[in-house]
C-alpha cells in the first residue's frame, strides 16, 4: 500500500512552532535568508513574507518546482516523522543540512501524540493513519540522538520536538550562553566628568558591554574601541571616569551576577555533554580569564556545583532559602519570569530540564520538586486575566531517567485551578498587587481555608456558592441572598 504523503500538509493561520521558537530566540534576523524544507502548502512562507523576512521553500508534493537554494535558516519541520523509509529521513535531514548557511532547525512530532488520532495500524517504525499517511513519533532523547548520528554534529533543544543545529559551533555556545544570562539593567550614571558629558554615547556603549560581560571589553569586541581610546586615552581610563563619578553604582553586584550566570552555564555544560577550553568561544574564553581567573577554577566550581544537585537535602533547603515563588511540603512552584531570581542550585536544576526538553512554548510556571530529581512545567494560558485560571496542560520530566510525561486538561470539565497568584511572581510583576488585593479578599471570606476542596474547579465554584460569592474579574463580590434588595457588597 502506497502511504499518501501529500495529505500531511496541513493549513495554517499562524506560524509552525518551529518558526515562532526561532524568532522569539532571535535566531531569524531581518536579513536573512530563510528556506522551509518541506514546506506544505507555503501557509509559514506566507506568513514570514507578512513580517518582511525573505522566505523561500519547496515540497515536492505542493512546490516541486522551487530550487533548493542554500539560506542561512532552514527549517525542517515536521518533516522526518511522515516518511515511512528510516533512509529516506536521513538522507532529507542530509539535504536540509546541506542548504544551512547558518541554522538548520529539526523539529517532528513527539512520543505521546499518537493519542490524537482516531485510527491507527503499526507500519514499521510508526502508525498508519485512517488518512493512509504515516507518522512516527519521537521521544526527546531519539531524535536528538538520531540528529546528530546522521549529521555528526550537535543538535540543541529548542522545544518539545524541536532542535537547532548549529553550522558554527560557537554560535550554538553563544545561544547556550545567552539562555543562562539574566536581564541586568544598565545602570543609570551621572556623567559629570566633561569628557564622559560630551561623549554620552561612548559612555553608554561601554557601560553596556560591561553590564553585559562583567569585564572591559578587548578593542576588537566593540566597535567603538578606537575612538574611546582617542578621547580618554584608553578603555580603562573611560571605565576609570565612569567610576569616579557614579560611586554609588554596585558594580560588585553585576560581577557577581555575571560570575554565577557564567558558572550556570559551564556546570550545564558539563551535564549535557562536557566542555573543553578549545571548544569554548573566544568571548567565553575572555569571561573566564576575567571571572574566574582559570579554567580548572571555574570547571572545579561547576563540578561543585553539579555534585550538589546529587546531595540528599540540597535541593530541598535551596527550596526552603527561596525569596519568590510559592512553596509546598514537596515542591515550589515559579512563574518562569521570576526563575532568574531563584537560588543558583535551583536555576541549575531547571536548567537541566531545559536542556533536555529547550523551551515549552506555553508554560506558565515551572514546578521543582523538592526531593526528588523531577519538575514540570505548567501552562495556564489565561494566568493574567483569569483570576483563578485552570491548567491547561503539563510537561513531566524525571531527570534521572530522562523520561517526559504530558498530561492534557484543555476542555476537561474539572481541571486544578491556582489560587494566590501573587505568590508565583516576583515583585514589579506587572499585576502583582492586584492578585494580592484579591487573595487578601478571599483570605477575609475563609474562602481558601477548604484547601482539600478548592484545588479543582468544581470545588473552587462549590465554596464561592456556599459561602454567597462570585468573581468579577478579580474582585471579589457577595452575591445578594434572594429578595434582600441591598447592593453587592465587594471584597477588593
Given at each position: ?169 560557537d554560535a550554538g555556545e553563544a545561544y547556550r550562553s545567552a539562555k543562562t ?246 515583585e514589579g510583576y506587572p499585576r502583582r498587587a492586584t492578585f494580592a488585593r ?55
Open positions: 500500500m502506497e502511504v499518501a504523503r501529500d495529505r500531511t500538509a496541513l493549513s495554517r493561520q499562524a506560524l509552525s512552532r518551529p518558526w515562532r521558537l526561532a524568532i522569539a530566540d532571535g535566531l531569524v534576523r531581518e536579513d536573512a535568508s530563510l528556506f522551509d524544507y518541506g514546506c506544505g502548502k507555503g501557509d509559514d512562507l506566507r506568513l514570514l513574507m507578512a513580517q518582511g523576512l525573505v522566505a523561500n521553500g519547496w515540497d515536492p508534493n505542493h512546490r516541486p518546482d522551487t530550487e533548493l537554494r542554500p539560506s542561512a535558516v532552514v527549517n525542517l519541520g515536521y518533516v522526518i516523522n511522515v516518511i515511512e523509509a528510516p533512509a529516506e529521513r536521513a538522507e532529507t535531514l542530509q539535504s536540509a543540512w546541506k542548504l544551512a548557511g547558518r541554522l538548520l532547525i529539526v523539529a517532528a512530532r513527539m512520543t505521546g501524540e499518537e493519542r490524537d488520532l482516531a485510527q491507527r495500524t503499526r507500519l514499521a517504525d510508526g502508525i498508519l493513519t485512517s488518512r493512509n499517511t504515516f507518522q512516527k513519533f519521537y521521544e526527546q532523547q531519539e531524535l536528538k540522538h538520531w540528529i546528530e548520528k546522521v549529521l555528526g554534529a550537535e543538535a540543541i533543544a529548542a522545544g518539545p520536538g524541536i532542535f537547532y543545529v548549529f553550522r558554527d559551533a544570562r539574566r536581564r541586568i539593567a544598565a545602570p543609570s550614571l551621572t556623567l559629570s566628568e566633561q569628557r564622559c558629558r560630551e561623549h554620552p554615547a561612548l559612555v553608554d556603549g561601554l557601560i553596556r558591554f560591561y553590564t553585559e560581560r562583567a569585564r572591559l571589553p578587548e578593542p576588537d569586541e566593540l566597535a567603538e574601541s578606537e575612538v574611546i581610546a582617542r578621547v580618554f586615552g584608553s578603555i580603562k581610563r573611560a571605565f576609570q571616569a565612569i567610576l569616579r563619578t557614579n560611586a554609588e553604582v554596585d558594580w560588585g553586584q553585576i560581577i557577581a551576577a555575571r560570575r554565577e550566570d557564567l558558572l550556570l552555564y559551564l556546570a550545564l555544560s558539563r551535564f549535557e555533554r562536557g566542555m573543553r577550553w578549545s571548544k569554548l568561544s573566544e568571548p567565553l574564553r575572555r569571561d573566564v580569564r576575567a571571572l574566574f581567573g582559570t579554567y580548572a577554577a571555574a570547571q572545579r566550581q561547576a563540578e561543585a556545583l553539579l555534585l550538589q544537585l546529587g546531595q540528599p537535602g540540597a535541593v530541598d533547603a535551596a527550596v526552603s532559602a527561596a525569596t519568590v515563588g510559592k512553596t509546598t511540603p514537596t515542591a515550589i512552584y515559579v512563574h518562569l519570569s521570576a526563575l532568574e531570581q531563584l537560588p543558583l542550585l535551583l536555576r541549575a536544576f531547571a536548567g537541566c530540564g531545559h536542556g533536555y526538553l529547550g523551551a515549552v512554548e506555553g508554560a506558565t510556571l515551572i514546578k521543582i520538586y523538592r526531593r526528588e530529581p523531577k519538575l514540570s512545567y505548567l501552562a495556564y494560558p489565561d494566568f493574567d486575566r483569569d483570576p483563578h485560571p485552570a491548567l491547561d496542560f503539563s510537561f513531566n520530566i524525571d531527570l534521572r531517567e530522562l523520561r517526559l510525561k504530558r498530561r492534557w486538561f484543555k476542555g476537561q470539565p474539572n481541571p486544578p485551578v491556582l489560587h494566590r497568584k501573587e505568590c508565583f511572581v516576583a484579591l487573595t487578601k479578599a478571599e483570605e477575609a471570606a475563609g474562602l481558601l481555608e477548604a484547601t482539600d476542596r478548592i484545588g479543582l474547579r468544581r470545588g473552587w465554584e462549590a465554596v464561592l456558592n456556599e459561602n454567597g460569592f462570585t468573581l468579577a474579574g478579580h474582585r471579589l463580590i457577595r452575591v445578594p441572598q434572594t429578595g434582600v434588595s441591598a447592593s453587592p457588597t465587594k471584597a477588593t
